[in-house]
């Protein structure tokens, strides 16, 4: 979801209902229904519960693994499995988030405390926009917040800001996402729901809104799936069960 630019619409649709030598029509005067309220109701019912188990089952069809853990657990679920998956370079957006959630190691006052060059940060500014693909391309491990987990399809929702970029998420061997319990939600519809009413308020949205749907494949070649065939190798949803 991004802002649209209007620039010059008016002289546009003006120009292009005179070549076609109709008139332009009022929309207010064609106003949308749906045809059904679907979209909002579809798995509106369930529990925070029952959102997760759904998600759950969902998660193992696009070849993603969600663990379950608390606040109190998180730090020790990310060093396992970061342990797991080899250490190596891990690549972390500026996020407050992490410091809420009792991961202070994952912030760049812990760096430069601890002298551990394990870790790299997203570096904000359009200046350092090279600097973070290079960044990206030899991060073994990225770690970052989703805005939502939609339960019906897997996806998570992403948000691309100051802090952290489009190929923090995509570029890095393995893509460790951590989901709060509150923010599973029953589909897409209500992401696009959250967006729009920020929006309306005028608050302020990222310049990008990505829903990702575990890691990258391919089935073009042969019919075959190929798993992170252009980018992460795999990705891990953990789900902050008590928040």
Partial sequence: MTNI???????????????????????????????????????????????????????????????????????????????????????????????????????????????????????????????????????????AFAEFLLAESGSIVVETNAGQGRSLHFLPQHYISIIPMSKIVPRSTQAAAYYAKKQEKGEKVGSAIHFISGPSNSGDIEMQLVVGLHGPLAVYYIVVTDM
């Fill in 5 to 143: 630019d209007t620039q010059n619409r008016e002289s546009f649709l003006n120009n292009l209902t005179e070549k076609l030598g109709i008139e332009r029509q009022n929309v207010a005067e064609h106003p949308f229904y749906p045809i059904n309220d679907l979209p909002a109701t579809t798995l509106q019912d369930k529990s925070s519960k029952e959102l997760l188990e759904i998600a759950k089952k969902r998660v193992e069809k696009i070849n993603t693994n969600l663990v379950e853990t608390t606040k109190a657990q998180l730090k020790d679920t990310i060093d396992q499995l970061t342990k797991e998956l080899g250490q190596g370079k891990i690549l972390l957006p500026i996020d407050e988030r992490f410091a809420e959630y009792g991961l202070e190691q994952f912030s760049k006052e812990h760096r430069l405390e601890s002298a551990d060059d394990q870790l790299m940060f997203w570096e904000k500014g359009a200046e350092q926009r090279e600097t973070n693909i290079a960044n990206a391309e030899r991060a073994n491990i990225a770690i």
